[in-house]
């Protein structure tokens, strides 16, 4: 028995890595090629995208894995069944269980693995990813001066540069305008040549310009005689035969945004956190919700003094002193009343949005508290679908195998994401929502391992072929015969 269980379980793990590496991967890109149009033309280190990447492949772990399970099993069993491995195994009197136990030791192992990977690294991981790519999509295009093209990008800065050389930094016919001033004045400086570089450590952008000229915008006060327009504004021109120009790129280096912003997100907890998140706020909506009444009676101390003394009550029952009202003081008491009952309707409503927005928070993390464990638990019931499934189909590679894991995880997603968008919106409480998946998983996976135990032929491809060409026999054949009795009688 040894020996049969490292045979399979070294037939198994292969298939097992290179499915979840290749899953992850896949994931990877489709976040990449959403989010690309954020990331280039930024001028990023390498470095800046691998760690962004390093942090999303730890949030894809847990979705990789069930599907790398799913796959690796159905593989394995579908070339065990093609080769008759399977049926020699049987037929020696090992179950079907028996030949199931080391994968199975190992999908608890992977699914335990998954449960730490999803409640310790995944938190953390969604909240790096999150922070840095926040501060990549804030982040400031790249330096780039083309010829012929105003640049705004610095601040307080345009520059129009008419031609550059091959070297990139001899630059002709300049024109730089400076609003840095006060009151919207502009300096514009003109050069018909000059040289441009950075610094080494890429701080600042030196502009060495020469022969050029400098307009600046000038005012001047003048007398009270002119109230309309009090100050004068004229324009100074000067000349230079070499001038050094500085500019700060300060605001083109990445700024990292404090991770504190974050991490009370529900995707950001682990299990103890998410517990202690939703205690906090189930107890504030009861709080409050309690407190309504409270507070509408103390809102009501302005309408009626004697309202909190409850001694008139066993003395008198009525609270209006008759008295003959005209029709103005009628009108007033009516239209004071209605003005207290908007007043009260107006704070039954905030109060109704505000916890309705309250409760829907509650859900949220309480439905990343259940997808922590539904996932750890799609890996064991994935793998009792997958593996009976290619003990019945006996149909090993990688096409049918491909085809029908696909087939199962997209139900699985579907299946999920209904559920959790009923618990989103309320409709079903977040426990059914975020399990319904798995329990349609639980009923498949049991009906599979029964029907795999029995021998069963249902989801045999060549069986069904054969009845498929039996079928179009008989056809032919009761065709033939019709023609047959058709020509006779003629």
Not at 156 to 171: A, F, H, L, S, V
Not at 264 to 281: A, C, F, H, P, R
Not at 298 to 326: G, I, R
């Amino acid at each position: 028995m040894k020996k049969i269980d490292s045979f399979i379980f070294k037939n198994y793990i292969g298939p097992f890595f290179m499915t979840f590496f290749v899953v992850v991967f896949v994931f990877l890109m489709q976040f990449f090629w959403k989010y690309v149009d954020d990331m280039v033309g930024k001028g990023l280190e390498i470095s800046v995208l691998l760690q962004l990447l390093a942090y999303m492949s730890f949030t894809f772990f847990p979705m990789a894995l069930p599907l790398a399970i799913l796959l690796s099993s159905l593989m394995l069993f579908g070339n065990l069944g093609e080769r008759y491995e399977l049926t020699a195994l049987k037929s020696a009197g090992i179950p079907l269980y028996r030949i199931m136990m080391p994968l199975i030791i190992f999908t608890i192992f992977c699914a335990i693995g998954g449960f730490f990977v999803a409640n310790n690294l995944v938190p953390v991981a969604n909240l790096k990813a999150k922070t840095l790519l926040s501060d990549i999509r804030q982040q400031k295009p790249a330096l780039s001066i083309d010829e012929g093209v105003f640049y705004n990008e610095i601040d307080n800065y345009i520059i129009r540069i008419g031609k550059k050389e091959k070297d990139n930094q001899t630059i002709h016919d300049v024109l730089i305008y400076d609003h840095s001033r006060m009151n919207n004045y502009t300096t514009l400086t003109y050069a018909k040549k000059g040289k441009m570089f950075m610094t080494k450590d890429k701080h600042y952008l030196i502009f060495n310009l020469q022969d050029g000229y400098i307009y600046d915008e000038n005012f001047r006060y003048t007398e009270e005689r002119n109230k309309k327009q009090p100050y004068e504004i004229s324009l100074l021109r000067g000349t230079f035969k070499e001038q050094l120009m500085k500019f700060d790129l300060s605001s083109f280096a990445m700024k990292r945004t404090d991770e504190d912003l974050y991490k009370d997100s529900y995707e950001m907890l682990s299990v103890s956190q998410l517990d202690t998140m939703i205690d906090t706020l189930r107890y504030k909506i009861l709080a409050g919700k309690s407190g309504i009444g409270e507070r509408l009676l103390s809102s009501m101390k302005n309408y009626h003094k004697n309202l909190n003394d409850t001694t008139l009550l066993a003395v008198n029952q009525s609270f209006v002193v008759n008295k003959n009202f005209t029709a103005a003081d009628s009108l007033s008491i009516s239209q004071y009343a209605l003005q207290m009952a908007r007043e009260h309707k107006g704070i039954l409503d905030f109060n109704y949005m505000d916890y309705n927005s309250q409760e829907r928070m509650l859900w949220r993390y309480e439905i990343e508290w259940h997808r922590k464990y539904a996932l750890a638990a799609a890996c064991l019931l994935l793998f009792f679908i997958g593996a009976p499934l290619g003990a019945i189909i006996r149909k090993g590679g990688i096409g049918i195998p491909l085809t029908t894991c696909i087939l199962i995880f997209v139900l699985y997603w579907v299946t999920s994401t209904i559920g959790e968008r009923m618990s989103r919106l309320g409709v079903v409480s977040t426990t059914y929502g975020m399990w319904i998946a798995s329990a349609l998983l639980f009923v498949l996976g049991a009906f599979l391992v029964y029907k795999a135990s029995k021998e069963s032929r249902l989801l045999d491809i060549e069986i069904w072929r054969r009845q498929w060409y039996k079928i179009k026999n008989i056809s032919f054949l009761k065709k033939n015969k019709k023609n047959e009795s058709f020509t006779n009688m003629q």
